[in-house]
T-cell receptor, first 118, second 114 residues
């Protein structure tokens, strides 16, 4: 079974600074997808960034970028120029590619609470 | 374009009762997945529906069931409620179970069992 581990229950950062959230996963699959979701107190899960395992290039979305190390099974999220609105719970998630039968199943990590100080 | 709509937002039930939660996906989305979120267990996958068929099921007892209608709306049902069923239930939709299709989540239904 696939597992996702986020070893940092809480992180904090000063506004305008950079912070990195860690995520490791375990899988025997070679083709899969990784995601970072953000859940603010409003509860709605918002997709931040996604990475396809067969792509070596790290994904980037504006101030958000990932460091994907497939061999090490590591998928960290870097937030640059942190803003107050970035404060939320961040979840790392995994989805396997099994011939189209497992895309709808996300396996989540335990989450990291990010606090942004003004 | 309206997002994923979950109703009700809050629900209070007592042990032994049953409950039905509703999820209306984004217009055009045909895949719906359900997740349970608790402080202790985190986010756990319940099941996924596509074209009215359950494609995937998580490791939950048979008291948890679901279905999807022809308009892609989905319901999940929990029978014989237990205190441990208190949780935030999240629904997510996507166009189809495809490799490039991210899931879009609703605001969830907060279920409290007394």
């Amino acid at each position: 079974a696939q597992t996702v581990t986020q070893s940092q229950p809480e992180m904090s950062v000063q506004e305008a600074e950079t912070v990195t959230l860690s995520c490791t996963y375990d899988t025997s699959e070679s083709d899969y997808y990784l995601f970072w979701y953000k859940q603010p107190p409003s509860r709605q899960m918002i997709l931040v960034i996604r990475q396809e395992a067969y792509k070596q290039q790290n994904a980037t979305e504006n101030r958000f970028s990932v460091n994907f190390q497939k061999a090490a099974k590591s998928f960290s999220l870097k937030i640059s120029d942190s803003q107050l609105g970035d404060a939320a719970m961040y979840f790392c998630a995994y989805s396997r590619n099994a011939g189209g039968t497992s895309y709808g199943k996300l396996t989540f990590g335990q989450g990291t609470i990010l606090t942004v100080h003004p | 374009k309206a997002g994923v709509t979950q109703t009700p937002r809050y629900l209070i039930k007592t042990r032994g009762q049953q409950v039905t939660l509703s999820c209306s996906p984004i217009s055009g989305h045909r895949s719906v997945s359900w997740y349970q979120q608790t402080p202790g267990q985190g986010l756990q996958f319940l099941f996924e529906y596509f074209s009215e068929t359950q494609r995937n099921k998580g490791n939950f007892p048979g008291r948890f069931s679901g279905r999807q209608f022809s308009n892609s709306r989905s319901e999940m049902n929990v029978s014989t409620l237990e205190l441990g069923d208190s949780a935030l239930y999240l629904c997510a939709s996507s166009l189809a179970p495809g490799r490039l299709e991210p899931q879009h989540f609703g605001d969830g239904t907060r279920l409290s069992i007394l």
